[in-house]
């Protein structure tokens, strides 16, 4: 397996987001090292799935060889990297045409998450240098948030921008898993502007890292 810590695991899955496109994630949950992903495929592969495997099988993913398994129904695709615990499962959309569309905003997320795990790998990286110790660890899992103000938005948009107004937000919550207190305050150095908000009866500390909205461990 690959070592490095979260840093070395964000590294292979900013890359699996830009090598096995076009990808929308659905589920991100990082354990230390262990890091796996669900996606949906933007469209049915033409042909079927079978050369969509294919054509994949023969391409180096992240700079690793990926394994894929696909399941009875033809709808479920695990891919494995080799020398990773970097993991996904592919969920296949209908072939169904009328299928409701997904959304034109939901193109723009795999580009913001990449762009967010490729700072929090090198945020970790910085601090491991900082602080010395060994490798930090962190949890870290993708959810999607309600939008607020989405009906107003929508109702106001021009037909032809509907697609682009977002119903939910993509959101990383990150806790430390293990690293030291000069770890810890090395990485809380880095951060842009923390803001705090009220979730239930806790307060949140929040950052926006390259643009992606992150609540920060207490």
Same mark, same amino acid.
């Given at each position: ?16 987001? *830009? ?22 495929? @933007? ?5 079927? &799935? #079978?050369?969509? &495997?294919?054509?994949? @099988? ?36 209908? $072939?169904?045409?009328? @299928? ?6 939901? *193109? ?15 945020? !970790? @990286? ?13 949890? !870290? ?17 021009? $037909? #032809? ?9 993509? &959101? ?5 898993? #293990? ?26 500390? #929040? ?12």
């Amino acid at each position: 397996m690959t070592g490095g810590g979260s840093s070395a695991a964000l590294v292979i899955g900013s890359a699996f987001l *830009d090598d096995l496109g076009p990808l929308f994630p659905v589920r991100l949950n990082l354990a230390g090292e262990d890091l796996e992903f669900t996606f949906v495929l @933007s469209e049915h592969p033409p042909g079927g &799935v #079978t050369p969509w &495997v294919q054509q994949w @099988s023969g391409t180096g993913v992240a700079g690793l060889v990926p394994r894929f398994f696909v399941d009875a129904s033809g709808r479920r695709i695990r891919v494995e990297l080799a020398g990773s615990a970097v993991r996904a499962v592919i969920v296949v959309p209908a $072939e169904d045409p009328a @299928s409701p569309h997904r959304g034109r905003w939901q *193109d723009q997320v795999p580009t913001a998450l990449k762009l967010a795990l490729e700072e929090i790998a090198r945020m !970790l @990286s910085r601090c491991h240098h900082y602080a010395g110790g060994t490798e930090p660890l962190i949890d !870290l899992e993708l959810g999607y948030r309600p939008e607020a103000g989405y009906e107003a938005r929508l109702a106001a948009a021009h $037909e #032809t921008a509907k697609g682009w107004v977002r119903p939910v937000r993509p &959101v990383l919550g990150m806790r430390w898993r #293990t690293a030291t207190a000069a770890q810890r305050k090395a990485f809380a150095d880095e951060l842009p502007e923390v803001t705090s908000a009220r979730r239930w009866i806790r307060r949140r500390r #929040t950052a926006r890292i390259m643009g992606l909205e992150v609540e920060l461990p207490p």
